[in-house]
């Protein structure tokens, strides 16, 4: 069974021993990112701060920070194990035979069953603050790092509704506190969030669930076409319906099982300056105008917690909701293009920098082939570099690709340098959003590539291999 809510989420991780409770009076003004940020490098716990400075909540923290608690989250132990059941959906053949069709059946209903349920009431709304009774101070809030111009909400799960079609999309936009009612919405260009945003003709219906069970949580910040609803593929994922109940102030279902809901809208053309911001690319990110936020009701849980992450210098804590998505999107990314074997994006590379990415080579300047595919390729088209190998190569082993990058490419042959649209977020392009890639082939090449005959790579016989398996204590060594 999977964790219901955030709660149930928090026995979890307490059972596993993978939580902490703090019961010390900490500031959410910068002292508990310190607190954090030393303990995501060391592989630390999820933090439960009891008493934040200035507030009556609890502030949960950490809860995603290691590949462990990551795979806890969803039940697996490991997270290509998650990937497989999406896999599962997206290579359905037409069955045959009797047990293919019942198992056909059974995939189609788990697809059936993962819309999400409305319910009458939940616990997301013991508590209802409306008009001037909304105040976002209650909540302890981060601020965190000293350039950040404000407070800001870092894990939400922003829910709007095409007013085109009607499909909900969920993503995860911060929100810089305004005031005690406001905020703002930094839905970044290239995001579904947005894109209703631009659909709509004046007002814009927002809710932001805070506080979830960690799959639905995990959702917001998959990158998903537009037309899906994060909620479902929640559902799928957990094999169980998120709960909704319907808003208070709003046309909008809410999780029902959330610690804490602010409903509300957004004006068209009214925008704040939002940031600076300490963000997930190392660097404050500078003010710029985003959508303000207009909070119309806040409801809560009667003991709500309150959840954040902190983003910054790699590695943090959104390191493991990054790897996730890695992992879960690789067989929707081989569906496109299916030569590729397996593909890493590092950490350290904020995850749009970089893409390693290993291949079936089977003709000249396939690599190039791959290389402009991922650069067309949903929010990896936002990719800034990328090494290409061949199969064998173990993406996800560094020193393996750097030598193969060392050793395989002639610069003047095998560099590509392109150009496309780039991360909101990047401050090293001469001009934001659009600017240049870079494609680097590390595979063997062949003499229809213009390279002379291609040396054979060493490798010790299997016979030696086992001859010294088997003697091995003989040698004493
Ligand atoms: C901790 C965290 C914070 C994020 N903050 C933002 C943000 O402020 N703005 C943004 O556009 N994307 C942000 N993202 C990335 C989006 O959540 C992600 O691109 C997601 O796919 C957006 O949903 P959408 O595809 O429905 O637009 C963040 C991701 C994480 C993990
Ligand atoms: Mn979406």
């Known amino acids: ?41 060391t592989g630390g716990p999820a933090l439960l701060f009891e008493n934040p400075q200035g507030s009556e909540r609890p502030l949960l923290i950490n809860q995603f920070g290691t590949e462990r ?18 896999a599962d959906v997206l290579e359905m053949q037409p069955p045959e035979g009797l047990a293919a069709k019942v198992r056909g059946l059974r995939t189609l209903k788990s697809i059936a069953d993962s819309r999400p349920s409305v ?9 209802v603050l409306r008009g001037d009774d909304v105040d976002l101070g209650l909540l302890p ?13 870092t894990l939400p799960a922003v829910i709007t509704h095409d007013p085109r079609t009607g499909t909900r999309n969920v993503g995860m936009y911060r929100l810089q506190v305004l005031g005690p009612r406001s905020t703002a919405m930094h839905w970044q260009i290239h995001k579904d969030g947005r ?16 506080g979830l069970d960690p799959i639905t949580t995990y959702s917001a910040s998959a990158p998903l076409p537009k037309h899906i609803d994060e909620l479902m593929v929640a559902g799928f994922l ?21 610690e804490i809901v602010l409903e509300g809208y957004i004006e068209k053309g009214e925008v704040a300056q939002e940031g600076p911001f300490g963000d997930h690319t190392g660097y404050y990110t500078p003010a710029e105008p985003f959508p303000v936020f207009h909070v119309t009701a806040m409801t809560m849980r009667h003991d709500a917690i309150y959840p954040s992450i902190v983003v910054g210098k790699p590695p943090q804590e959104d390191a493991w909701l990054g790897k996730a998505t890695e992992r879960i999107f690789l067989p929707a990314v081989k569906m496109t293009v299916p030569e590729i074997v397996d593909y890493d994006l590092p950490v350290a ?21 791959v290389m402009h595919a991922i650069w067309g390729l949903g929010m990896l088209s936002l990719t800034k570099g990328i090494v290409v190998v061949d199969a064998h190569v173990d993406v996800h082993d560094y020193a393996q690709v750097m030598f193969y990058v060392g050793a395989n490419v002639d610069p003047k042959r095998d560099v590509v340098i392109s150009e496309g649209p780039l991360d909101h977020l990047d401050h090293a392009p001469t001009l934001q959003f659009v600017g240049g890639k870079i494609g680097i082939d590390a595979t063997a090449k062949s003499p229809a590539e213009g390279a002379r005959e291609w040396p054979a ?18 040698y004493g060594i």
């Open 195 to 210: 894109a209703d945003y631009l659909f709509s003709e004046d007002r814009l219906e927002v809710a932001v669930a805070l």
């Open 238 to 258: 957990r094999g169980e319906p998120v709960e909704l109940v319907r808003g208070v102030s709003v046309v909008i279902e809410v999780p029902a099982r959330a």
């Open 349 to 369: 590379g904020a995850f749009h920098n970089l893409v390693i990415v290993s291949i079936r080579k089977a003709f000249p300047g396939h690599a190039l082939k």
């Open 69 to 86: 608690r990551m795979c806890l989250a969803f039940g697996v132990e490991k997270l290509d194990d998650v990937a497989a059941k999406l």
């Open 457 to 474: 790579e060493i490798e010790m016989s299997p016979e030696i291999r086992e001859l010294v398996n088997r003697r091995w204590s003989e």
């Open 1 to 41: 069974m999977p964790a219901r809510d955030l709660r149930e989420w928090i026995a979890l991780l307490e059972r596993e021993g993978e939580l902490r409770r703090i019961a010390a009076e900490v500031d959410p003004h910068l002292e508990i990112t310190e607190i954090v940020d030393r303990v995501v490098r």
């Open 141 to 153: 809030v981060q601020t965190c790092w000293p350039g950040d111009a404000a407070p800001f909400i």
């Open 119 to 127: 319910v009458r009431k939940g616990p997301s709304q013991e508590i």
